[in-house]
């Protein structure tokens, strides 16, 4: 009976520990490269490391979900690629609305999360490898279908404002804070909500806490396995329809490499890779740590090459705590 009580009480306290942790360790950035550079911390230099977290975040709010069930999702950014390519083919080739684009692109991010949660639920294949191939399948689609040329939205007028708009300059005058940057508050309430607050996010941490006990229980394990990955592969078509508007284009060529920042930032937030633990405020912490920590180099003229190196690092620490941290429980 002791046991019973404790452990969900130790289990809380070490959530709160990890963002607390996480939130220190943004705040400790922050200081040492505004200590740094006089320019880090300008109204423009940190409305830009808002903008660059935005995209990345919706991607790791989606691979957050994946994670907490100790799984993998590779396929994020060419799905949120293949999401802007089709969002351009449907307002610029086919004529169609614009807000009927904007569903479609969110819409092919979901098909494509269908697929790659049937492929792991009922075909049994390994998630790294499922993900991998859509990955691939997205990634070849996209060239093939835009014929490797950028899609632009220069005759759809108000496409660009989506991200690039600023809503907020009206409530507030002179406060030029983009669109996107809101969208990706507010979709991280709603992943919030749908984690902490739903049926979802309920059997999401039954899934990764222990996936055959759940099963055991009468728990339509593949199912809900299906509805996490199309979760996911959603909030990879806002992010596709969200870099297409911020670039006003759709390029084909672009995707490969924001998985990793995006599993990174959730990483880096504290949600476990062994599953069963995690949060959205932990992975919003963990996306602003990645944009500051990148932003803050830049404007030490780190090189390129070696900013990459250090975001490595800091991922391998992110990941040594967690296993310090399973151990110790």
Avoid at 113 to 134: C, Y
Wanted: charge should be positive; include cysteine.
């Amino acid at each position: 009976m002791k046991l019973s009580v404790l452990k969900p009480q130790v289990a809380i306290k070490t959530g709160a520990t990890q963002k607390i942790l996480a939130f220190a360790s943004l705040i400790i950035l922050v200081v040492i490269f505004s200590l740094s550079s006089s320019n880090f911390f300008q109204f423009d230099n940190i409305v830009g490391i808002m903008l660059s977290t935005a995209v990345i975040g919706v991607l790791a709010l989606g691979s957050t979900f994946v994670i907490i069930t100790s799984g993998i999702d590779l396929a994020v950014g060419t799905v949120m690629t293949f999401s802007s390519v089709m969002t351009g083919v449907i307002i610029t080739v086919w004529h169609l609305p614009m807000p009927l684009g904007i569903v479609g692109g969110i819409a092919t991010g979901a098909v494509c999360g269908i697929i790659s949660g049937l492929a792991v639920a009922k075909m049994k294949i390994p998630p790294f490898i499922a993900t991998l191939a859509m990955m691939m399948i997205t990634k070849g689609l996209s060239l093939v279908i835009s014929g490797t040329k950028p899609i632009y939205f220069n005759d759809t007028p108000g496409f660009d404002q989506i991200s690039m708009g600023s809503v907020i300059s009206y409530i507030i005058p002179g406060l030029e804070i983009p669109n996107a940057v809101l969208i990706f508050f507010v979709v991280a309430i709603i992943a919030s909500i749908i984690l902490s607050k739903t049926i979802i996010g309920r059997y999401n941490f039954a899934l990764g806490s222990n996936e055959e006990a759940t099963r055991l229980s009468g728990v339509n394990t593949n199912f809900w396995k299906i509805i996490i990955y199309t979760l996911t592969g959603v909030f990879s078509g806002i992010a596709g329809v969200m870099m297409a508007s911020r670039l006003n284009s759709a390029q084909p060529a672009l995707g490969q490499g924001y998985e990793l920042e995006a599993i990174a930032a959730v990483v880096i937030g504290g949600t476990s890779l062994s599953g069963g633990k995690g949060s959205i405020l932990g992975t919003v912490i963990g996306a602003l740590i990645m944009s500051v920590l990148t932003n803050g180099l830049r404007i030490l003229s780190v090189k390129q090459e070696w900013q990459t190196v250090i975001v490595g690092l800091v991922v391998i620490m992110a990941v040594y705590a967690d296993i310090l941290r399973r151990r110790k429980q």
